[in-house]
């Protein structure tokens, strides 16, 4: 399973790190990702690794703002999430899928995910 933490009230342009730690597997055999859910809107991805060399992903909303990481060691993965906008505002969800073995890569597709962590929610107000 993945249990987030880290959300929170924050200031418009400030920062926040949020946390998934896995257990019951190994998030270096996956594929990792972080999307987010607002009200009235469909969830969206915000970040993605989704290959083993561990090159990720963004969408152009949060290009060069949000930063996804995984500490393999402590088998947890993050979103530093900086500058941050009211447009932020969201539940957000870390989840992951398995690697293929033949590729060693699998596209972030939620529709695919293995497994979804809790949700965490993330409020960007003055």
């Known amino acids: 399973q993945l249990q987030a933490s880290g959300g929170g009230l924050v200031q418009p342009g400030g920062s926040l790190r949020l946390s998934c730690a896995a257990s019951?597997?190994?998030?270096?055999?996956?594929?990792i990702a972080w999307f987010r859910q607002a009200p009235g809107k469909e969830r969206e991805e915000v970040s993605c690794?989704?290959?083993?060399?561990?090159?990720?992903a963004y969408p152009d909303s949060v290009k060069g703002r949000f930063t996804i990481t995984k500490d393999n060691a402590k088998n947890t993965m993050y979103l530093q999430m900086n500058s941050l906008k009211p447009e932020d505002t969201a539940v957000y969800y870390c989840?992951?899928?398995?690697?293929?073995?033949?590729?060693?890569?699998?596209?972030?597709?939620?529709?695919?995910?293995?497994?979804w962590g809790n949700g965490t929610q993330v409020t960007v107000s003055s």
């Open positions: 690794i989704s290959s083993y060399d561990g090159s990720a």
């Open positions: 019951g597997f190994t998030l270096n055999d996956y594929a």
């Open positions: 989840a992951a899928v398995r690697f293929d073995p033949a590729t060693m890569t699998r596209p972030c597709l939620s529709r695919i995910m293995n497994y």
